[in-house]
């Protein structure tokens, strides 16, 4: 095949339409789109001859193939050339040595049976060939009749290797190669053709990416792998996503290993990475394909690989823009002033309280309509977002280069002044050949993130906001801020007058390499990067004076914080390929050293000056958050090889293993070993099925191996003694003091000494079918996972006096399946591609060593043996109380007092039937991990029109809200939306929500239970694309190869059951599966956008 | 290759710790840190008929204790346990080491080992007061011996308490030994008065008099009264002579956040959740020395907020209330309904009408955050306990009244003789009665009310049926009273917590208290 990875460019396709113009003007133009240049002998082929022809986003195979096939010209492809051959038959010369020959006859038949031209025959390891002539017939000379093996290949159709084995005729049949069949995909340190594969892995291609108004890599791979799950908590311009593949097999860090360019790295350099960078993204699922990344590829690992220029290929420059806006998508729904009185005076007399509002209030508030929204006014309606990237590439004979530059800019949402992220990016990616046996590259990228937001925390701000009334102003008529009561401050202020806090975050990531060919088939590579972080945080918190109204946020500071931090890698690989008769083996061995390093420090000023910060007599520091760290330093050493081998691309077998060292275990703990092995068997090899001719591929494959994680803080098998406290609790912060000076303290970490690896033990089948020639492909995978010696600080008795050390001790199962589907029809006018994927997951904590946690208060989760991980867990509900006979007869409630319940009260389920609903009485009620997540992308192209739209979704999950964001007047806050209208009175006994409470009255109805419990599955169209390409003649009239534009949203529509005003995507789970109190399932997010935008691609 | 043997730089391990002075020092800095903390001590008066507590989520909802629904799986019965025994093992793991510390002076570390002792007893203290019999741990334990501790007789407890405070008191210096810079540390004094305190609610009322008169005569250390009441609680005199115990804060550097709880919403400028009730308010007595239902004092329902105990007015925010800004301007409390943000009816603002002013810091920072000392023992106690054990064992008279009631009183600011002289009229019940009241108000809002209504066994008494806030309401239910919370008390189990659940799990030999 043509396709190497290494040529960028020859993916890129091919249209050309001309009516009566000479062969040369179409090759001139071929010549120019695809970068190869032509060879032929004029004698031989008539470049003068007129014809029409006419192709539609071809590549260069299909492209010749149409053009020269008719014309009876064979072609074949060296490096960067097309060779041209006239139609006769002409045979190549033989040398003096091979003159006593045995011939060897044939004829070679293409899939209809008919006789194929041109198809070029040689003897294996010789320069002896001939070309079929026009009936497919050949004449070949061989001088050994047993040992002899031919080779027929043509452009178009997989190569086939026939051993003579004392034959005189051989006629064969050649089918048309697929390009599914040649794909090559990259593999832990190395490439490896898709249909050898016996590990899973998802491959997401460049175009997955492009042209998606989405600001960080991350956000565009959701929905583009099956079983690649990204969430989010926060939509706030810079906030991280949590990537996960197969979901959750540890109670630690879930977090895939992220490696860029074959050096291992972070998430955070992940989201950074200028999307336009990436030609394509492995994701590494299963045993067989990650154990080779050993101790840190329990999660998975994603393999990203950048753009690489072309050899001999003339510069082409290429522009893509993307200019658009945001909207929130989703707020809350506030009831109107009118509603809220009337509501609160119901919930207070419910509450057996005084009603607040009087008869006269009601009519002003009802005349007058105030109808403020405190949402609506500290968030635009809508802010611009765009991105610019512009790059360079090509190459001359022995060198590639790529150089591009990025710039990203989202404007936040928030008011304020210009609150928003930039980041920009540049990259050189350099390759050249300094001899036939030596190769050098680098690639170098630079990151700077710019982050601009207010100084205060978004959860209250947006907490603030959402919690008042229509009733109150945010300013007042003179335009003083106003204090809404229930509030203490406003958070228009916040955003427009409490200072900022800047993110300024630099990064340079990058590796140089050199490969070295010893022999033909052996060579080694070796290869040194890392990633090199700056982050600067600098916060100036302003103090706001809410004159004439009481208000707080008095206090002003100034805080300012660095760190760096260096991870670095050094590899050296060896890799050996040999292929004898039907045999081909590949070893791989390397050895690898990572390290990293983090120190940091910060200073906090109290009492600045208001204005422009700088100290006066006020000031002092704060030493609780003043400090130095030289960090956490990790480092890790590793072997590993990998070993495989195929019977003619038939039985495939592969076996993989790393050896890990890390300082993060004590010695004696410290290495642990990870291997895999796999299998697979290519049906279509087979007789029985080679002869189905829509099969094209067919394999199935199945892999047993052992993974690792060692995602824990360093220096947990020692007792480390700090001198400043972490945690402030109690309504306490600070080290102790003596005649009121500070002292410092000794805190002791709890420790391990024994803490060692966790192990997954992961099975993986799988099926890929390739059918219709290719048009479609099918792949599924089952998989299960047995997670062991999680480490995790097991609840401890408070008599131990200390937090839990970190010990080896739960067992979690995951399983899954997940299913791709992909369907190509080329159409004489329209193009059509689906791409389908739908995949499922769900762990269970297998053993805690019968120790149940349980963390959270109304919102309660537990990790309990026999249910998923954090298992949601609390009352269940059993609808409304309808009358006082209910409650009479109902359970009491111990946790209110006196076990007092009213009609329209959540009545429990008394598990136990002892007449009092305690904590006795809960169950597991749910889980948050996303079920049956799924992504569907279809794409059209008719004539210069193209569209797409990208549907992504989750079929189950639950999402437990609490607090405001469910409960109307939570602890005495003043938020009612428009789903609490339907609450329970005697008059509406069907009710979807209780009877209005305020304050202890809601005591009961608070409680966690599954009443709360909702059903975040949704669909949404994640993204729609319009876009119109020139044509290429009037684009090359103007000097362009191409240009398009387009227009494109993103989360333009979303399905869901969710009513509530909160985005059903939201995750209130970091990828350690910590819960953001009080944040995300409070409903105290900056909400998800949508994006319009117009685009625009230009290449010459 | 990278080296595997990596250790911090930044800091030091247990490999490395303990041969210096230093690391006793601030092992021991870190014991006094946990030693108490803010949040008890405030929001334990909400535990009591003193106060409500608003909130379901501030104090670790000490609300729903008050009312008496609650289980072992209450927040703040788990979490007090586990605070203790955090305490308790910073200590033992100071008392197991300081001996390895090398160039250590021996005074010193005889006076380490003393003060680590103290701040154990006075965690044992508060672990038998609330739970009764409880593991006793007096060494570092690893994780799979405290899945096996038992509970400890109270007997035991209180032993291991009187031992601790027994050689605490016998190493540590005298308030008046210290330098200055070491103000703030466990004294001979303090060991002394806490087993005074231990003694008071065994009953062992003589030893409650032994230890009374070595403060009486010296022995103790140097304490008097500090020169007027509200002057004890601010910031300008902290170290005064009057204090035994307090828990150190520095502005800044180890600061508070209570006080926003239960000041004036205006001032606090968060939710208030530390509300003083009405029957608090009704303790004060006339500045005469009669109670409000004497109707002689002449207590005016209409007004009555008018010729008060002194005390009163520097330990209640009432309306009309004259408040003292850190500027120097004065503002006027209103709570009375629909007179703004301070007012009973603002959902943000006091449910009973009433805040507190005691320990409210002016030097505070915007976001009130703290620096003020809250004094765990004072002076003034060891005058009452003394009057109390003396008037249990019958030996109350006008000398003995002199020398407590009479000189609190004084320093309170009571002028008339009415209220300062001993009547001799009065029975062992009546001063009994006399001082049980005073102890209310002289400590109001110092953490101690919980424990008196207990060891006095008055809880069921006091802590059942409604609470109020001031008289706003229908006249016709209580007299006016606005109702505020209701409360229940069932003598037969509440007069000790429950062992958490928590604990309970985790710990199968962990039995539970009586009724639970």
């Known amino acids: 095949s043509i396709y190497s990875s290494q040529n960028g460019s020859a993916k890129k396709n091919i249209s050309i339409d001309v009516k009566d113009e000479p062969l040369s003007t179409v090759m001139d133009r071929i010549e120019k789109l695809s970068g190869y240049s032509f060879i032929y002998s004029n004698s031989a082929i008539d470049v003068s001859k007129r014809i029409t022809f006419q192709v539609k986003n071809q590549n260069l195979e299909n492209t010749l193939r149409r053009l020269f096939l008719p014309l009876g010209v064979s072609f074949s492809v060296v490096k960067d050339k097309i060779i041209l051959k006239a139609p006769a038959t002409s045979h190549i010369d033989v040398p003096a040595k091979y003159t006593t020959a045995y011939p060897i006859i044939g004829q070679v038949r293409d899939e209809l049976g008919e006789g194929l031209p041109g198809v070029t025959v040689i003897v294996k390891g010789t320069t002896m060939g001939t070309s079929t002539d026009a009936n497919g017939k050949y004449t070949i000379n061989v001088n050994d009749t047993l040992d002899a093996v031919l080779i027929f290949s043509f452009i178009g159709y997989s190569t086939l290797e026939i051993p003579v084995r004392g034959r005189t005729e051989i006629s064969v049949s050649m089918k048309p190669s697929v390009e599914s069949l040649a794909e090559v995909v990259v593999v832990g340190y190395a490439t490896q053709k898709r249909i050898n594969l016996t590990g899973s892995v998802s491959t997401i291609e460049e175009e997955a990416l492009e042209s998606k108004p989405v600001t960080t890599v991350v956000q565009a791979l959701q929905g583009t792998a099956p079983n690649l799950i990204i969430q989010q908590q926060s939509s706030e311009p810079g906030a991280q996503l949590n990537i996960n593949i197969r979901g959750i097999g540890t109670l630690g860090d879930n977090s895939p290993l992220i490696v860029i360019d074959g050096i291992p790295s972070n998430a955070g350099v992940l989201s950074s990475i200028n999307p336009n960078d990436i030609e394509s993204i492995s994701v590494l699922k299963d045993a067989a394909s990650s154990a080779i990344y050993g101790s840190r590829s329990a999660n998975g690992v994603l393999l990203v690989t950048t753009k690489q220029g072309s050899l001999s290929t003339k510069p082409v420059v290429t522009y893509n823009g993307i200019y658009g806006f945001q909207a929130p998508t989703f707020t809350q729904k506030p009831v109107s002033a009118y509603e809220f009185a009337m509501l609160k005076n119901e919930a207070l007399v419910n509450s057996g309280q005084a009603p607040q509002f ?29 991105s610019h990237n512009l790059s360079v590439s090509g190459g001359s004979e022995n060198t590639t280069y790529l150089i591009s530059l990025g710039r990203m800019n989202q404007s936040s949402s928030f008011v304020g002044p210009n609150y928003g992220y930039e980041r920009t990016n540049a990259r050189t990616n350099i390759t050249t050949r300094i001899n036939d046996r030596l190769k050098a590259g680098i690639m170098l990228a630079y990151t700077n993130n710019h982050i601009k937001e207010h100084a205060h925390t978004t959860e209250f701000i947006v907490a603030d906001a959402s919690r008042i009334p229509r009733l109150y102003p945010i300013k007042d008529s003179v335009g003083n ?43 080694i590579r070796g290869v040194f990067g890392g990633s090199l972080w700056n982050y600067q945080t600098y916060e100036f918190r302003k103090a706001i004076n809410y004159l004439p109204y009481i208000g707080g946020d008095g206090q002003n500071f100034i805080k300012d914080y660095n760190s760096k931090t260096l991870q670095t890698n050094a590899q050296l690989v060896a890799d050996y390929k040999v292929t004898f008769n039907d045999h081909a083996i590949g070893v791989l061995g390397g050895y690898s050293s990572e390290g990293y390093t983090e120190n940091n420090n910060q200073i906090r000023k109290l009492n600045v000056d208001n204005e422009f910060g700088f100290s006066t007599s006020e000031t002092e520091i704060d030493s609780r958050e003043s400090y130095n760290r030289r960090g956490t330093p990790w480092t890790l050493n590793s072997f590993f090889g990998r070993v495989n081998y195929n019977f003619r691309e038939k039985y495939l077998f592969e076996a993989n293993f790393r050896y890990d060292g890390s300082s993060r275990f004590a010695k004696g703990n410290r290495w642990g070993f990870f291997p895999s092995v796999s299998a697979g068997w290519r049906l279509t090899e087979e007789e029985f099925l080679s002869s189905i001719k829509s099969f094209a591929n067919v394999k199935v494959r199945a892999s047993w191996g052992k993974l690792g994680n060692q995602n ?29 000076n500070s002292v410092a303290g000794a805190y002791f970490s709890s420790s391990n000494p024994d803490i060692t690896w966790e192990t997954s033990t992961m099975i993986d089948v799988g099926a890929e079918i390739d059918l219709l020639d290719g048009a479609l492909l099918f792949s599924y995978d089952y998989f299960k996972k047995r997670t062991e010696d999680i480490l995790l600080d097991l609840a401890v008795p408070g008599a131990y006096g200390a937090d839990a050390p970190v010990v080896n001790a739960a067992v979690v199962d995951n399983e899954g399946w997940e299913m791709s589907l992909t369907y190509n029809r080329k159409g004489a006018v329209l193009n059509h591609r689906i791409t389908a994927n739908l995949a499922d997951n769900l762990n269970a904590v297998v053993d805690v060593k019968g120790k149940e946690t349980i963390e959270g208060g109304d919102r309660a989760v537990i990790i309990r043996e026999g249910f998923p991980i954090k298992s949601y867990y609390g009352y269940r509900s059993e609808g409304l109380y309808q009358n006082l006979t209910e409650i009479e007869e109902g359970p009491k409630p111990g946790f209110v007092a006196n076990g007092a319940v009213s009609p329209g009260d959540i009545r429990y389920v008394d598990k136990n039937a002892d007449g009092v609903i305690n904590e006795r009485d809960r169950f597991v009620i749910g889980n948050p991990f996303p079920r049956y997540t799924f992504g569907l992308t279809y794409g059209l192209t008719w004539k210069n029109f193209d569209f797409s739209f990208f549907i992504q979704g989750v079929g189950k999950r639950n999402l437990y809200l609490r607090g405001e964001s469910v409960e109307a007047f939570h602890n005495n806050w003043e938020n009612v939306y428009e789903q609490h209208l339907d609450r329970w009175t005697p008059t509406n006994p069907d009710a979807t929500y209780p009877r209005l409470t305020i304050g202890t009255a809601s005591t009961n109805n608070n409680a966690g239970s599954d009443y709360w419990l909702l059903n975040a599955a949704y669909a949404r169209l994640k993204n729609v694309q319009i876009g119109y390409s020139l044509p290429n003649s009037l684009a090359n009239k103007i000097g362009l190869n191409n240009l398009r534009v387009y227009l494109t949203g993103q989360n333009l529509l979303t399905v869901t059951e969710m009513n509530n005003g909160y985005d059903p995507e939201i995750s209130e789970f970091n990828s350690s599966l910590a819960t953001s109190d009080g944040k995300v399932n409070s409903g105290r997010v900056y909400p998800n956008l949508k994006v319009y935008a117009l685009g625009v691609d230009i290449s010459f | 290759c990278e080296d595997l043997d990596l250790v911090p730089t930044d800091r030091e391990t247990e490999e490395t710790f303990w041969d210096k002075p230093e690391d ?13 903390n803010a949040e008890y001590f405030f929001f334990n008066e909400t535990l009591s008929d003193n106060a409500f507590n608003k909130s379901e989520v501030d104090g670790s909802n000490s609300r729903n204790i008050a009312e008496g629904s609650y289980d072992a799986s209450h927040a703040r019965i788990t979490n007090e346990w586990s605070f203790h025994y955090a305490g308790i093992r910073k200590c033992n793991i100071l008392l197991q080491n300081v001996d390895r510390v090398e160039g250590l002076d021996e005074a010193l570390r005889e006076r380490i080992k003393g003060e680590a002792r103290f701040i154990r007893a006075f965690h044992y203290f508060h672990m038998t007061v609330w739970y009764g019999d409880v593991p006793l741990v007096d060494n570092v334990l690893s994780v799979e011996e405290s899945q096996n501790l038992t509970r400890a007789s109270q007997i035991d407890v209180i032993n291991f308490i009187n031992t601790d405070l027994d050689f605490a008191a016998r190493v540590l210096p005298k308030n008046t030994a210290y330098t200055a810079d070491d103000r703030g540390r466990v004294t001979k004094g303090a060991a002394l008065a806490l087993k005074a305190r231990l003694a008071q609610y065994l009953g062992t009322w003589s030893s409650v008099i032994t230890i009374a008169e070595q403060f009486f005569n010296g022995e103790a250390g140097n304490y008097t009264l500090f020169g007027n009441y509200a002057g004890v609680f601010k910031p300008q005199n902290e170290f005064n002579q009057e204090v035994i115990l307090d828990l150190q804060y520095v502005p800044v550097q180890r600061t508070h956040d209570i006080q926003r709880f239960f000041l004036p919403k205006t001032e606090g400028k968060l939710v208030t959740s530390i509300a003083p009730t009405q029957e608090l308010v ?26 008060r105990d002194p005390r009163f007015y520097s330990t209640i925010v009432y309306d009309g209330y004259e408040w003292q800004k850190p500027d120097g301007t004065s503002y006027t409390i209103r709570t009375l309904p629909g007179m703004g943000a301070n007012s009973i009816d603002n959902n943000d603002a006091s449910p009973t009408g009433y805040y507190f002013a005691k320990y409210y810091d002016h030097t505070a920072d915007a976001d009130n955050r703290s620096g003020l000392n809250l004094i765990l023992i004072r002076y003034a106690e060891i005058l009452l306990m003394y009057a109390e054990a003396k008037n249990a064992l019958g030996q109350f008279d006008v000398g003995v009244w002199d020398n407590t009631m009479k000189i609190i009183r004084q320093r309170a600011g009571f002028t008339d003789a009415a209220a300062l002289e001993f009547n001799s009229a009065w029975n062992q019940q009546d001063v009994e009665e006399i001082l049980r009241n005073e102890r209310r108000v002289e400590f109001a809002l110092e953490g101690l009310r919980i424990f008196d209504i ?33 409360r229940s008390f069932d003598p037969s189990k509440h007069y000790l917590w429950p062992v958490p659940q928590r604990e309970r799990d985790l710990n199968k030999n962990l039995s539970k208290n009586p009724n639970w």
């Open chain 1, 358 to 386: 009087s008869p006269d209030d009601l009519t002003r508030i009802h005349n007058a309509k105030p109808n403020a929204w405190y949402m609506d006014e500290i968030f635009k309606d809508k802010a611009a977002q765009q």
């Open chain 1, 481 to 523: 801020y106003n204090i809404a009561p229930t509030s203490s401050s406003n958070p228009l202020a916040k955003l427009e007058k409490g200072g900022i806090r800047t993110h300024d975050n630099d990064n340079f990531s990058g590796n140089i390499f050199a490969e070295l060919n010893i022999l033909k088939d052996l060579k």
């Open chain 1, 712 to 740: 824990i803080d360093p220096f947990q098998y020692t007792s480390n003694i700090r001198n400043l406290p972490d945690n402030l609790e109690y309504g306490n912060s600070g080290n102790y003091g003596f005649n009121n």
């Open chain 2, 24 to 36: 006793a020092l601030n092992v021991l800095n870190t014991c006094y840190e946990y030693m108490y």
């Open chain 2, 282 to 307: 009704d303790a004060y007595l006339m500045n005469n020395g009669m109670a409000i239902n004497n109707p002689a004092s002449g207590y005016n329902e209409a007004a009555p907020y008018v010729n």
């Open chain 2, 454 to 486: 207990r060891r006095w066994r008055i809880a069921e008494d006091v802590m059942n049926g409604w609470i109020h806030g001031m008289r706003v309401g229908d006249a016709s239910i209580d007299n006016g009273y606005k109702r505020v919370d209701f």
